[in-house]
């Protein structure tokens, strides 16, 4: 029963980490689109609403894009971690570091277990760099 924690679910693990990225590039939309709304207000005044609908309509749509694949990052990473038992250095720093920052958002349940999940079994994250 003392056996080494299992590599699989590397590939799920990278992939979710690699998703939550999609959430920043989603709200970075906002800055560029909001202040092409506010140009168009200042050039035209509120004589087009379709066309600032339209660029609403965009940052929209980049965000909840960005969320609904963070959302299955994190899915991915739950899975890693406790299905597939992955344990990695790095995965240990990703669930301490972003579920830190999880805590402050509207994700504040996944931070919490991130966080709690990584210090908890820290020992099993920081044992597969002695056993390699």
């Known amino acids: 029963m003392n056996e080494p924690p299992s590599n699989s679910g590397a590939f799920i693990a990278k992939l979710g980490a690699w ?43 980049a965000i909840s894009i960005g969320l609904a694949l963070s959302l299955v990052g994190i899915l991915l990473v739950l899975i890693a971690i406790t299905v597939c038992r992955y344990r990695a250095v790095w995965m240990f720093w990703f669930l301490c570091l972003y579920g830190g920052l999880m805590i402050f958002s509207y994700f504040f349940p996944f931070g919490l277990f991130f966080l709690v999940y990584g210090l908890v079994k820290k020992d099993e994250f920081l044992q597969t760099a002695q056993v390699r």
């Open 19 to 61: 998703l939550q990225l999609a959430h920043v590039i989603g709200f970075a939309r906002i800055v560029p689109g909001m202040l092409q709304v506010f140009r168009e207000l200042g050039t035209t005044g509120p004589g087009d609403p379709a066309l600032l609908s339209a660029i609403i309509g965009e940052i929209l749509i």
